[in-house]
């Protein structure tokens, strides 16, 4: 089975910055894109931000030029740099991969628990 386990989550003042980590584990020959989504109370899972695994990104509109995204495929670990944070960022953020296993023969997508960010004074 593969895991994802998030870190990095925490309460910040509006301006603030925060670090957001996914490490992938398990029996895992290559990982394809891997995002970062988020979840606000009565709001739908969004995108944030994505990268393939030749390190092209795409960010949601709301979190450009503030949020970036970046991986360590030797550490099967993307993380995401969240700057200048507002009280709109406030949500529970996941990570997601898609997996490819040993025995396994296509890729699947995998979910860590979420780690919950809050942006309040």
């Known amino acids: 089975q593969v895991q994802l386990v998030e870190s990095g989550g925490g309460l910040v003042q509006p301006g603030g910055s925060l670090r957001l980590s996914c490490a992938a584990s398990?029996?895992?020959?290559?990982?394809?894109?891997m995002d970062w989504y988020r979840q606000a109370p009565g709001k739908e899972r969004e995108l944030v931000a994505r990268i393939t695994s030749g390190g092209s990104t795409n960010y949601a509109d709301s979190v450009k030029g503030r949020f970036t995204i970046s991986r360590d495929n030797a550490k099967n670990t993307v993380y995401l740099q969240m700057n200048s944070l507002k009280p709109e960022d406030t949500a529970v953020y996941y990570c997601?991969?898609?997996?490819?296993?040993?025995?396994?023969?296509?890729?699947?997508?995998?979910w860590g628990q979420g780690t919950q960010v809050t942006v309040s004074s």
């Open positions: 997601n991969a898609d997996v490819l296993q040993f025995g396994g023969v296509q890729y699947i997508g995998y």
């Open positions: 398990g029996w895992i020959i290559s990982i394809n894109h």
